[in-house]
């Protein structure tokens, strides 16, 4: 009791005992399109300098507790603002650099942000998208913006907003060194979002505790150490990015960052270049990989393990002549968030002498997996060992009954409520109604929601199946039915509704967007395919450019209950049953 600390604080100093220095390497990195330079590297000194840099600066505009957002690529001045905001005092707002205007504003207004950090572009397969100009929409608050590449700006800012370079001048004439403000264990650090089943995203704050629970699961499931080497493609708008940082600096590893498309040939090499031993993905990622036979010639042997995690999936990029590469240093490979294909989850284990696959899954509310593999027992490909270090679960019948433990079965998930670094509260809706109202007493505590179908399989291993809400998940992001019918229902004006459902794929493999159709006029003579182009036209523009309409089916009228909600594992099922059928013909 009475104890306080700063955990960017704990990730910038030295840890003599594991030979971690000053001098030791903190970050390595790489710009896209730049594969046939050395990789970046920055030390634990030069971390810390950039670090009180920025917070030193921030002091100058801001006041303790202040919220302040980040809305770019997860790049080193990312990572570096990132802390700087932390160490300060303030709190950071993660939103993803996909967003469309309106959700940047949404997560602006809801989160009471005073600023934004964010870039004048993003780099993606060699081709500039537009950041600013998608913040500048979306909000009227100070903004600070970073060049994509060099050192000025491809942009002007607007009257109030500032340049990265002036913004770091006021930091001029104060000292290098920085008091880090020390607050207690439950102090709001970070707060992120989750999209649940009403359409308004969850806001959910991170305390000084879920740093520590992101540090010691990836410690005790991806055996994570000082000199390691971890990449994970991800964003500080996800839960992954924090989880990402906090993992490698509070663990004494190095964090490597690749400034464009996970999906090119660039990424691959960067792998071997930075000599990569905890190589994290998404399996949208490893198709891509696979389809393009991006790893040929590569040596991926120094990975000890690939680790999946929920991540953000980037748009594809063009790819050059492959030369002799080296993919043979990777020792933990690591999966999250999508279901996992088999036969792809053994070509990416294969690329790396057959070293592991660690799946993960959790939540940002957890800060953490609440069931992953382990590396002391074989792993099975898409499938995990159990519940992850200090957690519990059972298994739910139809009736909120728990399975015995060994019985193999299938249902929702319930969580044991004691949960360190979970939340206990959200900023915008009532905790106890999201995660616990409803749920079974299992040993005389109520379990807490996660929404999760779950199975247990004969041998013991967990395979995921899916939401037990109308949540779904696409290429890695959390969303919901109601968020992509409210932008589809306008996208035509001779539409009476729409229902948006996902697909698993019956070879299995990440979940695929079906939407539904209900005419004004009762009819199904619409062309589908036109629909289709226009559904995927008002998701790009007004939700998020990354998810894709894979089917789109006209239908009479849906299947309702008594009440008039809207049915929509029927619609699931049955369109499930049609596919199946047709994938036989």
């Known amino acids: 009791p009475g104890a306080v600390l700063n955990i960017a604080e704990c990730c910038l100093l030295p840890w003599p005992s594991q030979n971690r220095t000053d001098d030791s390497m903190a970050i390595v990195w790489r710009d896209e399109g730049f594969g046939d ?44 603002v990132y802390l700087a905001i932390i160490l300060g005092g303030f709190v950071v707002v993660g939103i993803a650099d996909s967003f469309a205007p309106q959700e940047i504003g949404n997560r602006m207004r809801v989160a009471k942000a005073k600023a934004i950090f964010t870039q004048d572009f993003i780099i993606r397969g060699g081709k500039k998208f537009p950041l600013y100009s998608r913040v500048m929409e979306g909000t009227s608050a100070k903004t600070i913006v970073i060049p994509a590449t060099g050192d000025s700006l491809g942009v002007t800012p607007r009257n109030g907003d500032m340049s990265w370079k002036d913004f770091l001048s006021r930091a001029a004439g104060r000292s290098s060194m920085y008091s880090p403000v020390y607050q207690s264990a439950d102090a709001l650090i970070n707060i992120l979002f989750s999209s649940g089943t009403t359409g308004e995203p969850k806001v959910i704050p991170w305390t000084q505790l879920c740093p520590i629970r992101c540090a010691a699961d990836t410690w005790a499931h991806l055996d994570l150490r000082p000199k ?52 994290g993905s998404v399996p949208s990622l490893v198709k891509s990989w696979k389809a393009g036979n991006l790893t040929k010639g590569l040596d991926w042997t120094k990975i000890r393990q690939v680790a999946t995690y929920t991540v953000r999936k980037h748009s594809t990029s063009s790819q050059a002549p492959l030369k002799k590469l080296n993919f043979y240093n990777r020792r933990v490979l690591a999966t999250t968030g999508e279901a996992s294909d088999i036969d792809d989850n053994l070509w990416l284990s294969s690329r790396t002498c057959y070293k592991p696959i660690v799946e993960c899954c959790g939540g940002t509310e957890l800060a953490s997996s609440y069931i992953q593999g382990r590396l002391l027992q074989p792993q099975a490909f898409g499938a995990f060992s159990g519940p992850s270090m200090s957690t519990g679960f059972v298994i739910l019948d139809e009736q909120g009954n728990p399975y015995p433990d060994d019985l193999p079965c299938s249902g929702e998930v319930g969580l044991f409520p004691l949960y360190f670094g979970a939340t206990n509260r959200l900023l915008n809706a009532d905790h106890d109604k999201v995660y616990f109202d409803g749920m079974p007493i299992y040993r005389g505590r109520q379990l807490r929601r996660h929404g999760d179908i779950i199975q247990r399989t004969v041998g013991g291993y967990y395979i995921v199946q899916g939401r037990a809400d109308d949540t779904m998940n696409l290429g890695g992001i959390k969303t919901s ?3 992509i019918e409210r932008v589809c229902n306008g996208a035509d004006e001779g539409l009476l509704e729409t229902a948006a459902v996902s697909i698993k794929p019956s070879g299995g493999g990440p979940e695929q967007l ?27 523009k007004n939700l998020n450019p990354l998810f894709k309409v894979s089917y789109v089916k006209i239908v009479p009228e849906f299947p309702r209950t008594a009440s008039n909600k809207l049915l929509r594992r029927v619609l699931r099922d049955q369109l499930k049953q049609e596919l199946a059928n047709r994938s036989k013909l």
């Not at 939407?515 to 995927?536: E, H, M, P, Y």
């Open 228 to 279: 390691d080497v971890d990449l994970w493609p991800t964003n500080l708008g996800w839960v992954m990015g924090p989880i990402q940082i906090f993992s490698c600096f509070l663990n004494g590893a190095t964090l490597a960052l690749y400034h464009g498309s996970p999906l090119g040939r660039g990424f691959c090499k960067f792998v071997q270049d930075a000599r990569v031993s905890v190589l």
């Open 481 to 483: 039915s109601v968020e």
């Open 514 to 540: 079906a939407i539904l159709a209900v005419l004004k006029d009762g009819s199904t003579t619409c062309d589908a395919n036109l629909l289709k182009s226009k559904f995927q036209r008002a998701i790009q």
């Open 37 to 80: 330079y050395p990789v970046n590297r920055m030390s634990l000194k030069e971390l810390r300098t950039q670090v009180m840099t920025v917070a030193n600066a921030l002091d100058t505009m801001f006041r303790k507790g202040d919220r302040i957002a980040i809305d770019m690529p997860m790049t080193c001045n990312a990572v570096i």
